[in-house]
């Protein structure tokens, strides 16, 4: 009965310790690396994250479902149209070095329309990722917004500063 006993408590001894590892936080750093084109690199626990890795991160976090479905939104769009690019771009340029036909180019034209178009998608994960990092490195809180606005009041109109 007593080797059940501490068995027991050993067994809950050795689970609290995981649990308690586990609640450590780790803030997300972002660092920009590249020399000609600049590239966001996320860090945490002094291991870099590429842009895939840190959607996934985002979606295990229940905290952080407002952040993370627009971020994943964004990025598998920009995914999709810069792989479609890619093949539209390449089987033009492939047929003209296979055969003697005319490749058909406007394949090339809609894939460089699609790469056009995943522009825009991909300025957009980087501005909410930087959001998203910042909302989880204050600890789930909402930065305030400074603002400056013109208003009336009871002296006649003036600058007003919120908070």
């Known amino acids: 009965m007593r080797k059940l006993i501490f068995c027991i408590g050993f067994i809950l001894i050795l689970t609290s310790l995981k649990t308690t590892a586990q609640i450590k936080?780790?803030?997300i750093g972002l660092m920009e690396k590249g020399i000609l084109?600049?590239?966001d690199v996320y860090v945490r626990c002094d291991v870099e994250m590429n842009d895939e890795q840190l959607v996934k991160l985002l979606l295990k976090d229940p905290n952080m479902a407002?952040?993370?479905?627009?971020l994943t939104l964004n990025y598998s769009a920009g995914k999709?149209?810069?792989a479609s690019a890619g093949i539209l771009i390449t089987l033009p340029i492939l047929d003209s070095f296979g055969s003697d036909s005319d490749p058909n180019w406007s394949l090339a034209y809609i894939g460089a329309g699609c790469l056009a178009a995943s522009i825009p998608f991909k300025i957009a994960f980087r501005k909410k990722a930087r959001?998203?990092?910042?909302?989880?490195?204050?600890?789930y809180r909402e930065a305030k917004d400074v603002s400056m606005l013109f208003?009336?009041?009871?002296?006649g109109v003036g600058l007003v500063m919120k908070f």
């Open 66 to 70: 407002s952040y993370a479905k627009p």
């Open 37 to 39: 084109f600049k590239k």
């Open 131 to 139: 959001k998203a990092i910042a909302y989880y490195n204050s600890g």
């Open 151 to 155: 208003q009336t009041g009871p002296n």
């Open 25 to 27: 936080f780790e803030p």
């Open 80 to 82: 999709i149209l810069s």
